[in-house]
């Protein structure tokens, strides 16, 4: 069941990027639209909360050799 609801949510993931770069080359119809700026929007969303979360976790820890650079 858990291999059925990853294998939607990939191609769901693969369909919104279709549809970005469909919009972005102009041609797309409405539907094509809509579903490249939901997926524009969660992926900001995710950015948002995956950048607010590394910033959390980093001001928690004192370790300075947990650098990312």
Not at 15 to 28: M, N, S
Not at 37 to 59: D, F, H, I, P
């Amino acid at each position: 069941m858990g291999l059925v609801v990853l294998a939607v949510l990939l191609a769901l993931v693969v369909l919104g990027c279709v549809c970005v770069v469909w919009t972005g080359r102009g041609t797309a119809p409405r539907w094509a639209r809509v579903a490249a700026a939901v997926t524009r929007g969660a992926g900001e969303l995710l950015y948002v909360l995956m950048k607010s979360n590394r910033r959390s976790s980093r001001s928690g820890s004192s370790n300075s050799s947990d650098s990312d650079n």
